[in-house]
């Protein structure tokens, strides 16, 4: 009996240490992980409208109560407006689809991206590879879509995205 009691209390030790060294792991990487979020981000941004990774750009976040989670304003050095980032998440049968999608003060659809899904990989991937390209330089107020993917809800999640983000810089952004 008292061999047991040992092997429980080790294990107790054991547990505590590894929660405690786990806390401690986390709050030294808490920020770090926070700034590199940031940066992958701005990263996102760049890419959408085509800048340079050396580009200097500021921005200005909206949180936003429809559809879309949140709108991103981007100027350049100059502080003229290069465009507008709609941010939105969409849940469907395999998970959830965040989608980035980048507009043009003109009303052309810049690029968008998938910036983080739980949807399956290689069905996300197809998209990101093969058809989410396909609205870049679409005018926002006629988007042709692509019935045919093989990734029928992880599209259908980035096309709602897409469309409310159309719709919604209509209505706020648009001439």
């Not at 926070?34 to 909206?62: G, H, M, P, Q």
């Not at 879309?68 to 969409?90: C, F, P, R, W």
């Not at 679409?138 to 983000?165: C, H, K, L, M």
């Amino acid at each position: 009996m008292w061999a047991k009691l040992k092997i429980a209390l080790v294990l107790v030790v054991i547990g505590a240490l590894s929660g405690i060294i786990i806390y401690g792991v986390n709050e030294l990487t808490e920020e770090t992980i926070a700034i590199n979020k940031i940066n992958r981000e701005i990263s996102y941004y760049k890419d959408i409208f085509n800048l340079d990774e050396s580009a200097v750009i500021t921005y200005d976040t909206i949180d936003l109560d429809n559809e879309l989670d949140q709108e991103v304003i981007i100027y350049d050095s100059n502080n003229d407006i290069i465009g507008y980032i709609y941010k939105a998440t969409d849940k469907n049968n395999y998970g959830e689809v965040t989608v980035l999608v980048g507009i043009t003060v003109d009303g052309i659809l810049s690029n968008a991206v998938i910036s983080s899904t739980t949807n399956t990989p290689t069905f996300a991937q197809i998209i990101k590879d093969k058809f989410i390209g396909n609205f870049s330089g679409q005018d926002v107020n006629d988007i042709e879509i692509d019935s045919r993917t093989g990734a029928t809800y992880t599209y259908t999640s980035v096309v709602e995205i897409i469309t409310d983000a159309s719709n919604y810089y209509l209505e706020s952004r648009g001439e």
